[in-house]
């Protein structure tokens, strides 16, 4: 699911180290940005950055699945291509 502008925030508890919850609420006084913003767009670079593929994330970690089931999927998408991870054109139902 893509991330809008629109989409309603929720709240959670997070846990950090003090320097590192320094950093970003400096980070955030000098840019103007909330330290939620800041978490945010951290993450979007490092999903990025990184290559990661959400919709392969979600199949991967399916909570309903046992072990061999789940060895099963993940040589099924380790198979896939990146063209085949795309997302397609999303639909309202």
């Known amino acids: 699911m893509a991330h809008s502008?629109?989409?309603t925030k929720i709240r959670k508890n997070i846990t950090i180290t003090?320097?590192?919850w320094e950093i970003i609420r400096t980070v955030g006084k000098v840019q103007g940005k909330s330290t939620s913003s800041l978490i945010e767009e951290?993450?979007?670079?490092y999903?990025?950055?990184?290559n990661i593929n959400m919709a392969y994330m979600k199949m991967m970690?399916?909570?309903?699945l046992n072990d061999e089931e789940n060895?099963?999927?993940?040589?099924a998408l380790d198979q896939?291509?990146?063209e085949d991870l795309?997302?397609?054109?999303?639909?309202?139902v």
């Open 5 to 7: 502008q629109e989409e």
């Open 18 to 20: 003090p320097s590192l």
């Open 42 to 45: 951290s993450i979007k670079a």
């Open 47 to 50: 999903l990025k950055k990184e």
């Open 61 to 64: 970690a399916a909570p309903y």
């Open 71 to 75: 060895a099963e999927i993940a040589q």
């Open 80 to 82: 896939l291509s990146e």
């Open 86 to 92: 795309d997302i397609g054109e999303e639909l309202d």
